[in-house]
């Protein structure tokens, strides 16, 4: 009796501790400030390839070598492309391509088989969840000046790091976003929306904030084919 009871008890604390897991993660991403007003979408790419350990082609950083991929004049001066991507599209390609190049020139296969997947419009909370479990950052492209339609190019990219989750809630819950903008102290979109700042670049705020106050538009995540 004592036997059985003791093995019901620590089957009990497994499927309590797995639960208690379960509610929440974080990659170790660290947030990065853009280079430039216009480099929030090369700022998101450096993130991930530092995440991922993939070597910078410009002795000036990710962020030159990806815009570089826009304007090759900006492998001999970075001030010649300070330019934004032309579209959510071209973003995904450039997250795509830059590892491949990266492999090519140095003669390493590991980052051959990355595809951006594209996913329309916002994301669910328990998708999310999917992709950081499965340690997939999710980049989110949003419109944090209200008002102003740019159809498919959203004004702003910025990633979606963790979550962190809302008792007996799986519509919605807390993500945790790095944001590569220096926003000035007085001016934070995601403190107008209801959110928290944890750091400089980083923010936590509800889904359901993050998606209708800062007009989340389009989203995507990087697939390993290997």
Known sequence: MFRNTLVIALLFCCLSSSAAFAQQKQLPISPIIQQSPVWCWAAVSEMYFRYKHISSLSPAGHQCAAAALIAPACNNNCANCITGAPSWTYFGQVVERYPRLV???????????????????????????????DDKPVFAGINPSSGIDLSDVPQHVTMIIGYRDIPDNTDDGYLIVNDPFPFPTMHEPYIAAGGTKLSRGRYKILRSQFMNDLDWTASGYVNDLN
């Open 103 to 133: 492999s090519t020139v140095l003669r390493n296969t590991k980052w051959l088989s990355f595809q951006f997947e594209d996913q329309h419009g916002s994301m669910d909370y328990m998708d999310i969840k999917a992709a950081i479990d």
